[in-house]
Structures are given as structure tokens and as C-alpha cells.
């Protein structure tokens, strides 16, 4: 059934950039990580990633999405609710930073802001790689979306206190990027390095690979920035040729020095 608030041009191109933003999990950082191991860690450090953008989704849906983008609970955090009834998924879209709604209905809403929540687990999983078990990392993410993540995706995208003091991450700097690296880095301290022997001959075993997965995780970054102005927009595409040129550039300039 059509509505009057639904615009196709907006809702297609919100649902492109998600996914190609999942694909910068989904293969992306899968294939990235099984070329940068040692060969022995390539399946188990593939399906780490794997494991988190399913793991993630499920949490999502069930509780994750409210507590991020929901009512209120405390002034950093929503309350834990199901976003999975068609009632919640075929209504219009609300943007909670500047309490407006979009030209698209909850469902996309919901995983366009998923595929942002998976990849901050994916993009951490990277500093477990080699250290961490997979029956450990099964646990972590779940938990660590649910007393983390959502805790930066409400203060400052959800309405939360952060956004109130006029505080502005545009594409994940703080919520993903951030939050990814200190937990990374907090994660690789308490576990400690790998083994010595293990330290000794660190070779990745397929450069080809790794580039595959950089190649994807570059385009991938059109649906990043292109899709945070919620809409088939100027500005979208204004981002999408700027994120393409900064990248173009940071190459050049890393080869030109290497």
C-alpha cells in the first residue's frame, strides 16, 4: 500500500547504501582478515567477522535498536524493546538527533543503522585476531553491543544527553571508529600479545586477498557517508565524490612514501 510520506528515490537509495556498507563486513573484513593471518587462522579469523554481522543483526531486532534509537531510559541509553512486529517496521522514520522523520519507513531505518552496528564489532575483531577464542568472542559481542555500543549510538544519534550539548558525529567517528579502536586496544592489553612463537613469522598469507577486501571496504564508504544524509540528495552526492577523492589521495600519497 502506498503513503504519502514514502519516497521510492530516497528509500532505494537508503536500502543501496546500507548494503553496500554490510559489504564492507560481508565479505569485506572477512576476506581482508583471512589474507592478513597466518594461514592456520584464516577460517577461524574470517568466521569471527562472520559470526558478529549475524550475531549483531539478531541482538538488533530484538533489543539493541530501541536501546540506541528508542524512548528514553537514561539519559545514554534507550529502553531494551523488540523492533521486529510490521506495525514497527511499515511506519515512517524517525531521525531522534533532530526528532524529524524521513522519506522512508522503520524497517530501512533499522538496517541501514544494523550494518553500522556490525561493523564496529567486525572492525574490532581485528585486534583479537590470533589472541581471542572463538567461544570467548561468541559471548563478547552480544554483550559488548548491548553495554557499549548502544550507550554512544543513544548519547549522540539517539536524542541522547550527548546530542543535546550540540555534539556531531556525521558518519561513525566517535559511535564507531572510536569506540572500535579503545575497545580494541583495551581488549588486545588485558588479553595480552600472541604467542612468542607465533610473533616470530607473521607473514600475511595472501596479499591478494587482503586487497580484495580493501577494495571493497573503499567503494563501501559510499554507502557510509552517501547514506547519513538520509535521502537521494546533494549532499549524498556530494559525499560520495568527496570520501571517493580523500581515499584516492591518502593512496597516492601512502605509495609515493612507501
Avoid: C
Avoid at 553491543?145 to 544527553?161: D, E, N, P, Q
Avoid at 556531531?168 to 566517535?174: N, R
Avoid at 607473521?202 to 571493497?216: C, H, S
Amino acid at each position: 500500500m502506498s503513503v504519502a510520506w514514502l519516497n521510492t528515490g530516497d528509500n532505494a537509495w537508503q536500502l543501496t547504501a546500507a548494503t553496500i556498507v554490510g559489504m564492507q563486513s560481508v565479505p569485506g573484513l572477512v576476506v581482508l582478515y583471512a589474507g592478513i593471518v597466518k594461514k592456520k587462522w584464516a577460517v577461524n579469523s574470517a568466521f569471527m567477522a562472520f559470526y558478529a554481522f549475524a550475531a549483531v543483526l539478531i541482538a538488533w531486532v530484538l533489543w539493541a535498536y530501541n536501546m540506541g534509537f528508542g524512548h528514553q531510559w537514561f539519559p545514554f541509553v534507550g529502553l531494551p524493546h523488540p523492533i521486529i512486529s510490521m506495525n514497527d517496521e511499515l511506519t515512517q522514520a524517525l531521525l531522534p538527533t533532530s526528532n524529524t522523520t524521513a522519506a522512508f519507513p522503520m524497517s530501512t531505518m533499522v538496517y541501514f543503522q544494523f550494518v553500522f552496528a556490525a561493523i564496529t564489532l567486525v572492525i574490532m575483531a581485528g585486534a583479537f585476531l590470533g589472541r581471542m577464542s572463538f567461544k570467548a568472542w561468541m559471548i563478547f559481542v552480544p554483550l559488548w553491543l548491548t553495554f557499549s555500543y548502544t550507550v554512544g549510538a543513544f548519547s549522540l544519534w539517539g536524542g541522547g544527553f550527548l546530542s543535546t550539548l550540540g555534539v556531531i558525529d556525521y558518519s561513525g567517528g566517535y559511535v564507531i571508529h572510536l569506540s572500535a579502536g579503545i575497545a580494541g586496544f583495551v581488549g588486545a592489553a588485558v588479553i595480552g600479545p600472541r604467542l612468542a612463537r607465533d610473533r616470530e613469522n607473521f607473514q600475511p598469507n595472501n596479499v591478494l586477498l587482503m586487497l580484495v577486501g580493501a577494495g571493497i571496504l573503499w567503494l563501501g564508504w559510499n554507502g557510509f557517508n552517501g547514506g547519513d544524509p538520509y535521502a537521494a540528495s546533494r549532499d549524498a552526492g556530494a559525499a560520495v565524490l568527496n570520501t571517493n577523492i580523500a581515499t584516492a589521495v591518502s593512496v597516492i600519497v601512502w605509495t609515493i612514501m612507501d
